[in-house]
């Protein structure tokens, strides 16, 4: 597999946030203040996805006391994107607070992806 780049897009630059995330992302990263790459019907999350056991067992185990700033609710994605033709290779869309994309099948569409 050759090289494949990294981009990430954010919604907001709060403080020194983007460049503090640069610690663990040593990909691009967009800021899209106005929301554009989210598409024209943004995904939401709410208190209700919060109050789920799953979600209140995962609570209890963060270890870094992370921020409260910013808005928080708007869900996002991954998406694998070859060169050219190749084109949308995985898409996941969050369709729940804090739902993981399947890192395997990432890994395979990023095996897919063509020099």
Known sequence: MGTVKLHAV????LDTEIEDFREF????????EKKDFYGPHQRVG??????????MGAYRKIKEQGNMKGEGW???????V?????????EHIE???????????????VNKISQ
């Open 10 to 13: 954010v919604k907001e630059d």
């Open 25 to 32: 992302f040593k990909g691009e990263i967009h800021l899209d």
């Open 46 to 55: 709410g208190m209700s996805d919060l109050m789920t056991f799953k979600m």
């Open 74 to 80: 708007v869900m996002g994605g991954v998406l694998v």
């Open 95 to 109: 369709a729940k607070v804090a739902q993981r994309c399947d890192i395997d099948e990432v890994m395979e569409a």
């Open 82 to 90: 070859g060169p050219g033709d190749q084109g949308l290779l995985y």
